[in-house]
């Protein structure tokens, strides 16, 4: 009596989920079908506005109708959806840019961040790591696309084969401990004259001769700016 009731109880909660999935589904295609309806509206709306006061041919109706919809379109891809490009993983991150935050393949030697990904055929910028996104992966080298920003606490620590970094001219913010544990690293080299916030432990355990590579009118403010970081005292800054 006691597995029957058991058994009833399984078969009650598995339907009580399948018809919580089911409702979900039906919310997300509903809501889904409204915000199409609406953009539909909008640019009917706009063309006959437009219409009205500048005295537009159809064929300029037609134009802006065309206009309308594709603006839409580019930012239907909701905040903080996940998205693959084959290679990497990122996630939304509103407008027309992505953040990204890991690797298909953890045995990747080689990480390059792209600058731009694209999505059903419209592009985004990558401009940020995710936190932890990388971390104790097998790599060895890494670039970072001229659109990041900002590299995440633990982006990349643990990776202990990691020998070489570059990161590119739009970066202002590395988080906490982002290389922190990557033993090998040995040459850094930072193309930003942007940066302006260095977390806690960024570089603790790096390789004690390391070398930094930095823009030659920043050097004085990077040897500051970069100063009880977790590096060594025998790392270098050299200019570029």
């Known amino acids: 009596m006691a597995e029957e009731k058991q058994n009833r109880q399984k078969t009650a909660i598995t339907k009580h989920r399948a018809a919580a999935q089911n409702r979900q589904k039906t919310a997300v295609t509903r809501h889904r079908a409204a915000a199409a309806q609406n953009r539909q509206m909008a640019a009917v709306i706009t063309c006959q506005i437009n219409d009205e006061t500048n005295g537009e041919t159809n064929e300029g109706i037609k134009d802006s109708s065309s206009e309308t919809e594709d603006d839409s379109e580019d930012s239907g891809i909701g905040i ?6 084959g ?3 990122y996630k939304t991150a509103g407008g027309k840019e992505v953040a990204i935050t890991g690797c298909a393949d953890s045995s990747t030697a080689y990480v390059k961040i792209p600058d731009t990904i694209t999505i059903d055929g419209k592009r985004f910028k990558v401009t940020s790591i995710e936190k932890g996104a990388f971390q104790n992966a097998d790599i060895k080298r890494v670039s970072i696309g001229k659109n990041v920003k900002t590299i ?3 982006a990349f620590g643990g990776c202990k084969n990691l020998t070489k970094v570059t ?3 739009s970066v202002t913010k590395i988080g906490n401990k982002a290389f922190k ?4 690293l040995s040459v850094i080299k930072i193309q ?6 260095i977390g806690a432990d960024v570089f603790k355990g790096i390789s004690k001769n390391a ?5 030659a009118k920043k050097l004085s403010a990077y040897k500051k700016l970069f100063k009880n970081k977790g590096q060594g005292k025998n790392v270098k800054f050299i200019k570029q």
Not at 211 to 215: H, N, Q
């Open 211 to 215: 070398r930094m590579k930095v823009p």
């Open 80 to 85: 903080g959806e996940t998205v693959f490009d």
């Open 87 to 89: 290679t990497y993983e």
């Open 167 to 169: 990161m590119g001219r």
């Open 192 to 197: 930003s004259v942007k940066l302006k916030t």
């Open 152 to 154: 995440g606490a633990s």
């Open 181 to 184: 544990g990557c033993k090998k």
